[in-house]
């Protein structure tokens, strides 16, 4: 196995190398902002839940750790523009780190057929130097789909990703909403 890397790598272009290290860094990136938004969008969405059910119970405000009270605290008049504004904050702050994994999701594919491309290039090249047939080709071209396959790797975590985290999004501004629908209800 550690030969077989070994190889792969002394008979590898230099491109098609930097791109694999590229798209290695772009899936730890990925990974990173992933599972930490997805832990802080977890605790969020519990403060939030708890903060419904005990509006929903008969509290007569949010709970003090929601992120509505803010917004409550500073305004002595509660307008349903003043609770429209604090979900628009809400969702900019819960969709934080959803186009880093948008854009990995769309380029990664493209980053690691770059990579093929030029693998694929360097390759012909070599035919043409050389009196080698088939077997030239086919270990030239079996290389080079490596890059391929490591952006299609990395655009699928991304891509999925990506989906996780803009439903817990949606749900945890849903919960927000319907926490602003209870607080104006409960004016009325």
Do not use: C
Not at 39 to 63: K, P, Q, T
Not at 92 to 112: E, N, Q, R
């Amino acid at each position: 196995m550690i030969n077989e890397l070994i190889d792969f790598y002394l008979k590898s272009h230099p491109v098609t190398l930097g791109v694999l290290a590229l798209l290695a860094l772009y899936f730890i990136v990925l990974n990173w902002v992933f599972f930490y938004r997805y832990f802080s969008l977890n605790s969020w969405f519990e403060i939030e839940n708890r903060s419904l059910e005990g509006l929903l119970m008969g509290a007569n405000s949010v709970d003090s750790q929601s992120f509505l009270s803010n917004f409550l605290k500073t305004n002595s008049n509660i307008t349903k523009n003043i609770l429209d504004l604090a979900k628009l904050a809400a969702t900019k702050d819960a969709t934080k780190g959803l186009s880093i994994l948008s854009v990995f999701a769309s380029t990664t594919p493209f980053i690691g057929l770059f990579g093929t491309v030029v693998s694929i290039l360097d390759t012909f090249t070599h035919i043409g130097q050389s009196s080698g047939g088939m077997s030239v080709i086919a270990g030239g071209v079996s290389d080079a789909l490596v890059a391929t396959a490591a952006g299609i790797f990395v655009a699928i975590f991304a891509y999925t990703y990506h989906q996780i985290l803009k439903r817990k999004s949606f749900e945890l501004i849903s919960f927000i909403e319907m926490q602003s629908d209870a607080i104006i209800a409960k004016k009325v």
